[in-house]
Every structure is written in structure tokens, then in C-alpha cells.
T-cell receptor, first 115, second 112 residues
Framework: DVKVTQSSRYLVKRTGEKVFLECVQDMDHENMFWYRQDPGLGLRLIYFSYDVKMKEKGDIPEGYSVSREKKERFSLILESASTNQTSMYLCASSFGGFGIYNEQFFGPGTRLTVL | SQQGEEDPQALSIQEGENATMNCSYKTSINNLQWYRQNSGRGLVHLIL?????REKHSGRLRVTLDTSKKSSSLLITASRAADTASYFCATDAPSGTYKYIFGTGTRLKVLA
């Protein structure tokens, strides 16, 4: 079974702190994604990566950066956490290319609270 | 902007009844997927339907796709309390990149 793991289930940080959220997948997937999920807004894509060291901005990249140094690991970085970044963060991965293999496998999520 | 919009936002039914959720989208797609999310957890993929398919089944799930109306429906037959979850549709982005766009979801509650 594909497994996507996230470094923390719950995280509490203070405003201005630098925050690292880690995601690891074990299926050799090319694509990896970071979403945030807020009530009434659904899932919004922050960044995605289609290969090592490659990244593209999603719909809401402001205030975030990402790093993908190894194929299995995709990190989301909040450079200076703010209260409006309090949210559930979901990581996902999928095979690359178009067609039938674009099912996304999600991690359990990290609920981040910024005080 | 949202590509997929689910309807209704919330649905409450009795165990054993069927549940139907709808998804509408705005631009042409290659495929559409449905996901389930149990409370406070990650999403789990349920079913994928391609743009050249009209109907697909998986166990108690039936998905239809009408590309002329840009809509899809998810039917869960003989619902169980364990089906209580949020259900999301996801469509590939209009630009054809690797990313998908998720709707805001339908919250289903199945009462025992």
C-alpha cells in the first residue's frame, strides 16, 4: 500500500516563527502536493512538485515556500508564521504524466495552530 | 476559483437509504475523481471516471459523468453509519497540468 506520512498531526507555533512541515511518500511518485483545508473553502493548492527540485505555485503560494531535494520528501515552509495560516495542511502524492494514474494519495494531515 | 462545486453542502439520511451527491465544474476535463474524508483525516480516493466514460461502479458506489452538462454524481447505495464523511470531487485543471482542483465537499451523515 502507498503510504504518505506527515511529520506531525498537531502543531502549535507562535507568530513569526519559521515552520517546517515534512511529507514523505514511499511509492516512488513523481508528483507531490501541499494543500490547506479550511471550513467552507475546501482544499486549496499551495504548491506542487513534479520532480526533484522542480516546483510550481498553486493557487495560494503567498507566505509559503517548498523544498524537494529528494524524490520521496516534500517540505512546506512557513517563513514567518501568521495567525491566518492556522489551518489543516494536507500532503499528497501521485504518479506523473497524464491518464489513469493521477489518483492522489493523501497523508493524515497536520493541524497547525499559530498563536 | 473553484472548478468543482458539490451539491448539497450537507446531507443527512437514515442507514440503508441511498445518498446522492452532485458535482458541477466549469471547463472541459480529462477525468474526474471522487474522494472521501473522514473527520479530521486525510482524503481517500474512491473512484476515477474519464471524460469518455458515462458511468462507473465500485462496490456500493456509482458515479455518472455528463460532460455536456459539466456535472457528475456520486451515488452510495444502502448507506451505512461508516459512510459518514465528507465527499469531494476533483477535476484536472483546465491547463492540463498535473494538479487537480477540489470542490468544497458534501458532508454526509448517516444515522443508525
Amino acid at each position: 500500500d502507498v503510504k504518505v506520512t506527515q511529520s506531525s498531526r498537531y502543531l502549535v507555533k507562535r507568530t513569526g516563527e519559521k515552520v517546517f512541515l515534512e511529507c514523505v511518500q514511499d511509492m516512488d511518485h513523481e508528483n507531490m502536493f501541499w494543500y490547506r483545508q479550511d471550513p467552507g473553502l475546501g482544499l486549496r493548492l499551495i504548491y506542487f512538485s513534479y520532480d526533484v527540485k522542480m516546483k510550481e505555485k498553486g493557487d495560494i503560494p503567498e507566505g509559503y515556500s517548498v523544498s524537494r531535494e529528494k524524490k520521496e520528501r516534500f517540505s512546506l515552509i512557513l517563513e514567518s508564521a501568521s495567525t491566518n495560516q492556522t489551518s489543516m495542511y494536507l500532503c499528497a502524492s501521485s504518479f506523473g504524466g497524464f491518464g489513469i494514474y493521477n489518483e492522489q494519495f493523501f497523508g493524515p494531515g497536520t493541524r497547525l495552530t499559530v498563536l | 476559483s473553484q472548478q468543482g462545486e458539490e451539491d448539497p453542502q450537507a446531507l443527512s439520511i437514515q442507514e440503508g437509504e441511498n445518498a446522492t451527491m452532485n458535482c458541477s465544474y466549469k471547463t472541459s476535463i480529462n477525468n474526474l475523481q471522487w474522494y472521501r474524508q473522514n473527520s479530521g483525516r486525510g482524503l481517500v480516493h474512491l473512484i476515477l471516471i474519464r471524460s469518455n466514460e458515462r458511468e462507473k461502479h465500485s462496490g456500493r458506489l456509482r458515479v455518472t459523468l455528463d460532460t455536456s452538462k459539466k456535472s457528475s454524481s456520486l451515488l452510495i447505495t444502502a448507506s451505512r453509519a461508516a459512510d459518514t464523511a465528507s465527499y469531494f470531487c476533483a477535476t484536472d485543471a483546465p491547463s492540463g497540468t498535473y494538479k487537480y482542483i477540489f470542490g468544497t465537499g458534501t458532508r454526509l451523515k448517516v444515522l443508525a
